[in-house]
């Protein structure tokens, strides 16, 4: 059986966390263990995990929400657990603990990228796994979810990389993506597979899907310990978006993408945007469009003119629209 390591981040979430791990922990993959990195929260997250893998905290789900089947009643407690700080971690930690969840302190908000990297190179450092699932700490999951991704990931030797199906947390019967998305660089153009199209009509078969994608969504990704070793870690120079674009492609040369599509993600669209902005929505703007310039440089730098207009264009828009609603969230 392969082992695989789920890793989530969190950032002053750890309700999303606590609710995410409620569902995590009823998987019926009968080898996993679960690595959250904290970058540092500011609100005593680490502490509420803590408390919730000792029994003494529990997350509230509205007893009318239709996934609440997913994480309550609350799974047993209390989960063997264990806490390192970042040079720990990196180090691999006690190589003789078999702990069913890993706290890691990174010490800073490091991003996505780099709060998930502390998490991959505790696993490179342990060197006892196969894959690695990056899951978002506001997803809930199906009990089945890895096991269809590791199943499709033995189907096909060749990727290095596998997706789910992710839905609206809050609705659904909508996709938010399937597996990821495709990119028009001489259109500056980036669309999620399936976005918002309804489940499980959809239309689009498996094969069509994996032959289109370019990407995998960062919210749900199953990474083999062989891609991580041979393409590396997440770069983390763009902080917030665009990391698993640039991971992928580094790697397209040497690995396919895969999707899975039986396996099920549920997912608070815009949630974690606040996982690393504290200033609002116009700060992850700010991240979201000087990435897709830095993204372009690097990858389509002949299509840069209009990247660069583009992303001004949809900039300035967005706060237009910021200034005519303050409420205005990215998804």
């Not at 919730?52 to 509230?60: F, I, K, N, P, V």
């Not at 929400?65 to 720990?88: G, I, M, N, W």
Request: glycine share 8%; aromatic share 14%.
């Amino acid at each position: 059986m392969k082992r695989v390591y789920i890793l989530i981040l969190n950032w002053n979430g750890w309700g999303d966390t606590i609710e995410c791990l409620e569902s995590v922990f009823r998987l019926d993959y009968p080898d996993f263990r679960v690595i959250v990195c904290d970058n540092a929260s500011s609100n005593g997250s680490v502490e509420k995990i803590q408390a919730w893998a000792e029994g003494r905290l529990d997350m509230y789900v509205p007893p009318t929400h239709q996934l609440r089947e997913l994480s309550f009643p609350p799974v047993s407690k209390p989960r063997v657990y264990v806490t390192y700080d970042r040079a720990e971690a990196e180090a691999g930690g006690d190589k003789s603990d078999s702990s069913d969840l890993i706290l890691i302190q990174t010490g800073a908000n490091l991003g996505f990228a780099g709060g998930n990297n502390v998490g991959l190179r505790y696993a490179l450092a342990r060197d006892d796994f196969d894959f690695v699932w990056l899951l978002n700490n506001d997803t809930v999951v199906k009990p089945d979810a890895l096991t269809w991704m590791v199943r499709r990931m033995e189907e096909r030797p060749d990727a290095g990389m596998c997706g789910s199906t992710i839905l609206l947390y809050d609705n659904p019967c909508l996709t938010w993506a399937l597996g990821g998305g495709f990119i028009q660089p001489w259109r500056a153009h980036f669309e999620g597979l399936g976005d918002r199209k309804p489940y499980p009509d959809h239309g689009i078969s498996t094969a069509y899907i994996e032959s289109k994608l370019d990407y995998l969504a960062g919210a749900s990704m199953l990474v083999s310990a062989n891609f991580i070793k041979d393409v590396g870690l997440m770069c983390e120079e763009y902080f917030l978006y665009f990391e698993e674009l640039d991971w992928a492609l580094r790697g397209k040369e040497r690995f396919a993408l895969a999707f899975a599509d039986n396996s099920i993600v549920y997912h608070k669209v815009g949630a974690s945007t606040a996982l690393f902005d504290s200033n609002g929505s116009s700060t992850a703007a700010s991240y979201l469009f000087k990435n897709y310039i830095r993204f372009t440089i690097k990858f389509f730098p002949a299509t840069l003119p209009i990247m660069v207009v583009k992303a001004l264009f949809k900039y300035c828009e967005h706060l237009y629209k910021k200034w005519r609603d303050p409420e205005t969230k990215l998804s």
